[in-house]
Nanobody, 115 residues
Framework: QVQVVESGGGLVQPGESLRLSCAAS????????MNWYRQRQGKQRELVAG???????AYAGPVKGRFTISRDSAKNTVYLQMNTLEPEDTAVYLC?????????WGKGTLVTVSP
């Protein structure tokens, strides 16, 4: 069994910051990539940021320069530092782990950006 658990969501005001965490545990023999997606109300799930096992990162256009993805490989944990948050960033943020044994998802953590 593989468990993926996100944390760190909450309610913040525009311009503020949040740091999300995602920890993977269980029978993951090797991780190929760890990604953050988000699901905004009424919209399709979208990729926000990803980090490959070799350290390469990628970001969606709307978050470039504001969000930073990082990882602690020893802990199978990925982080998403979100700065200068905007109301449009309000969403459920989901962690996706691409491993040698499959593709795994967490249940998500809610981020609400509101005055």
């Amino acid at each position: 069994q593989v468990q993926v658990v996100e944390s760190g969501g909450g309610l913040v005001q525009p311009g503020e910051s949040l740091r999300l965490s995602c920890a993977a545990s269980g029978s993951i023999f090797s991780i190929v990539a760890m990604n953050w997606y988000r699901q905004r109300q009424g919209k399709q799930r979208e990729l926000v940021a990803g980090i490959h096992a070799d350290g390469r990162t990628a970001y969606a256009g709307p978050v470039k320069g504001r969000f930073t993805i990082s990882r602690d490989s020893a802990k199978n944990t990925v982080y998403l530092q979100m700065n200068t948050l905007e109301p449009e960033d309000t969403a459920v943020y989901l962690c996706n782990v691409v491993g040698s044994t499959g593709n795994y998802w967490g249940k998500g953590t809610l981020v609400t950006v509101s005055p």
